[in-house]
């Protein structure tokens, strides 16, 4: 996998690939490059079989303060707002969400706006107790994009999506954990390593299960329980016939032998 990025550090060993944004003088504010570069290198790593996790983070004090607001009042007139939408973001958080792979997102700072989109895109997310959210769209007069509406209210319930969105307040580390926001609040000191342990725990499991099972849960949220029990069927035959299987049902009968 390439890494010649402009804005991005992007980094792969044993099989985690480690995307990190890299406009810290800026909080890693999105700009259409980091976006474009993004994109692909999410992309490649869906397509990559060497890659088995993905970790996406922030360099320096966050993770991503949202889109780059002084470069798009530079281009000076009106932006065509759902254009931009649809050529830069969309394809990101879809293809994070999509991804057959688990992602974690590392959280050391703030996570604002479309940042915040990003790390609620990512299956697993872990912060520390600098971490910071805001659904900050509102404070500039726009609506919540990039998934966040979808994304957060099956975090963290209707009640309290609708009001860190129509607020727009910063939360802290320690308020996003105790909703569910986050899965593990960490000391700032041990998050680079922790989130390593979870990666690493991650790609010793198999690979295509794990994306069988992100299929399945990701399923459920648009399906009935009778449509979800045929779903299960379905996902638990590939799985079964997998080499995976056989192998780890072949290591436990050893295992449990007399």
């Known amino acids: ?19 990190s ?3 810290p003088q800026y909080l890693n504010a999105l700009n259409d490059g980091m976006l474009q570069e993004l994109a692909e290198a999410l992309e490649q790593a869906r397509n990559d079989d060497d890659v088995r996790v993905v970790i996406l983070s922030g360099t320096g004090r966050g993770f991503c303060s949202g889109q780059d607001l002084k470069e798009l009042a530079a281009r000076g007139g009106e ?3 759902r254009e931009h939408l649809t050529r830069y973001y969309d394809p990101v958080i879809m293809t994070l969400y999509h991804m057959p792979k688990p992602t974690i997102a590392k959280v050391q700072g703030i996570a604002a706006g479309a940042g915040m989109s990003l790390a609620l ?46 607020l727009g307040d910063i939360i802290s580390g320690e308020q996003a ?11 700032g000191k041990e998050l680079d390593s922790v989130t390593w342990s979870w990666a690493e725990r991650l790609a010793q499991l198999p690979s295509v299960t794990l994306g069988m099972i992100k299929e399945a849960i990701h399923h459920s949220l648009d399906h009935s329980l009778s449509e979800q029990l045929q779903i299960e069927q379905e996902l638990q035959d590939r799985a079964a016939s997998t080499q995976a299987h056989h192998i780890a049902v072949q290591s436990f009968l050893e295992k449990t032998r007399f």
């Not at 390439?2 to 995307?19: A, C, G, K």
């Not at 997310?125 to 979808?150: C, M």
């Not at 954990?177 to 000391?187: D, E, Q, V």
Request: glycine share 6%; with cysteine.
């Open 121 to 166: 895109a990512c299956d697993i997310r872990l912060g520390s107790e600098n971490a910071q959210f805001a659904q900050s769209f509102v404070k500039i007069g726009l609506v919540p994009d990039s998934g966040s509406t979808y994304f957060l209210p099956k975090l963290v319930g209707l009640s309290k999506a609708m009001e860190l969105a129509l």
């Open 79 to 81: 932006v065509n707002i």
């Open 1 to 19: 996998m390439t890494s010649s990025y402009q804005y991005l550090i992007v980094d792969i060993r044993h099989h985690i690939l480690d995307i």
């Open 177 to 187: 954990y105790s909703m569910g926001l986050l899965n593990r609040l960490i000391p």
């Open 21 to 23: 944004l890299n406009r």
